[in-house]
């Protein structure tokens, strides 16, 4: 993939090679964090839901570009547990990337080196096109512009048959929206007024003024969704 920013070595990174270890054979949680790579419950306790997901609806082969990577977690635990797959995580914080770079030095040969990506600026997209885009936990953390954004990039990215990936909380116009949610929604527009739960319908009418058309509603623990979109 070229075009993105790629992380520049660093200590951590320049010792991958004597650290590499086998890759994980199942999603259970590392039993030691990696050094210099930070960790999230959240990520260990959803990662396996996930990983169902995408078993299910990702090609055997391919490229997958990871949006807003965090710790990593699940960028190490997911190119593990599909081989097949190139995993490209990316992040646009300096910390993130460290972290990313720390799990990788631990991680399968199929995780490429985090690269900086800062989703509502046009040219940090990859220049090469991918098999499928995956953004996890981040559309309702961000200002609606991202989430519009986000649906450009990966429109642009995905060739006609790729896949886009979303999951998180979200809010649906025929269902009630789960007083867990509604308290986790209050309390993010509490840290900032523009983030906040997407509704499903919004999304996809954006999404579908992208051509990425809505082909799955999945429902997951935690009253969280998959949303899977199909780039047309």
């Known amino acids: ?20 270890v086998r890759p994980m054979q199942t999603m259970d949680p590392p039993c030691d964090t ?17 990983l169902e997901v995408l078993k299910a609806v990702l090609p055997p082969r391919g490229e997958v570009l990871e949006i807003a990577s965090g710790t990593g977690q699940h960028a190490a635990a997911f190119a593990a547990a599909l081989p097949g797959l190139i995993w490209h995580p990316t992040d646009v914080s300096d ?3 460290d972290s990313i770079a720390a799990w990788r030095c631990t991680g399968p040969p199929n995780l ?17 096109p991918v098999d499928a885009v ?7 953390i961000s200002p609606w512009r991202t989430t519009m954004a986000l649906l450009q990039g990966a429109a642009c990215s995905l060739p006609r048959g790729g896949l886009m990936l979303l999951y998180g909380p979200f809010r649906e116009a025929d269902r009630p929206l789960a007083e867990s949610n509604a308290a986790f929604d209050a309390s993010l527009k509490a840290r900032d007024p523009e983030w906040g739960l997407r509704s499903v319908e919004a999304v996809a009418a954006e999404a579908a003024g992208q051509g990425l ?18 780039r047309r």
Not at 35 to 49: E, T, Y
Not at 134 to 140: G, S, T
Not at 213 to 230: C, D, E, G, H, V
């Open 1 to 20: 993939m070229a075009g993105s920013e790629q992380l520049a070595p660093s200590a951590i990174a320049a010792t991958c090679a004597a650290r590499y």
């Open 34 to 50: 990696p050094d210099g790579a930070r960790s999230s419950p959240a990520a260990a306790r959803n990662a396996l839901a996930i």
């Open 95 to 97: 910390e993130a990337l």
């Open 112 to 128: 490429a080196a985090p690269a900086r990506l800062d989703v509502t600026d046009p040219a940090a997209w990859p220049v090469s």
């Open 134 to 140: 995956v953004a996890i936990n981040l559309v309702h």
């Open 213 to 230: 058309a809505l082909t799955l509603r999945k429902s997951m623990p935690a009253n969280n969704l998959s949303l899977l979109f199909r």
